[in-house]
């Protein structure tokens, strides 16, 4: 599954290992390793959550 942020797909794997946030960083594992993903602001961060826990 992915998720488009300002242009940049995100892609993330079933099943998500571990999540771990840091202001508006996220740190994401999944089948593929370990991911980054930053945010500009806390409303998208939100937003992104809500769709991973959907997902």
Do not use: C, E
């Amino acid at each position: 599954m992915s998720y488009t942020y300002n242009g940049q797909q995100i892609r993330v794997l079933q099943p998500v290992h571990s999540i771990s946030v840091n202001q508006n960083r996220v740190a994401i594992k999944d089948d593929h390793g370990l991911s980054y993903v930053t945010f500009s602001n806390s409303s998208d961060f939100k937003q992104f959550l809500s769709w991973l826990a959907k997902s």
